[in-house]
């Protein structure tokens, strides 16, 4: 899908849209009608947050974004935001196919399995860049910090932790670890 000649939703990649649909706008977006091309270029590496996930997928970049009524900017410093979006600056080959199929996949496990996932939709950056953008399930809507529990907090640890160490903690504080150790 490029940004010229969009056909489907960005977000529910349901058929018949030429931007987000009314039930991605609510979702995603409040109910707020914000469009699907960003208003400025995707930034460089220098701009970006490297994201670690304690998962096999190592690091990620992304951009912090702050949602003011139907528009949407990076987030000042000091400020948090209420999306982020990740984009192609990554190490990957195929980088904007891997956000494609990152969103694909959260569509299918939402749509076709039922699971709750964070709201998602795919954006481009005013250059045509492609990018995938999800609400932040980690903040109010007043913008304060909701606890999350993740590894890193479970172990008391900064560092990316090794696959032994990840089991030892689902071993720990998972009582179905022999089911949710794989």
């Known amino acids: 899908m490029s940004v010229d000649g969009i056909k489907y939703c960005p ?9 987000y649909s009314s039930s991605c706008l609510k979702t995603l977006f409040n109910g707020k009608k914000v469009g699907h091309l960003l208003t400025f270029d ?4 220098d701009d970006l947050v490297l994201l670690v996930h304690n998962t ?3 690091v990620q970049n992304y951009m912090d974004i702050k949602q003011k009524k139907n528009k949407l900017l990076p987030t000042p410093a000091g400020e948090n935001g209420t ?3 990740k984009t192609t600056l990554v190490d990957i080959k195929n980088a904007e196919d891997a956000l494609v199929n990152e969103h694909l996949t959260m569509q299918i496990a939402h749509q076709v399995y039922g699971i709750n996932v964070v709201p998602n939709a795919i954006i481009w950056f005013k250059n045509n860049r492609r990018a995938y953008i999800s609400k932040r399930f980690d903040m109010r809507s007043d913008g304060s910090g909701l ?3 993740n590894l890193n907090s479970l172990s008391g640890s900064d ?9 030892s903690l689902i071993r720990q504080h998972v009582p179905a670890w022999r089911v949710e150790i794989e």
């Open 11 to 19: 977000g529910t990649l349901s058929d018949g849209f030429d931007t």
């Open 147 to 149: 606890k999350t529990i």
């Open 42 to 45: 995707e930034p460089t590496k």
């Open 159 to 167: 560092s990316i932790l090794s696959f032994e160490e990840i089991a």
């Open 83 to 85: 999306h982020f979006i």
């Open 56 to 58: 096999a997928l190592g």
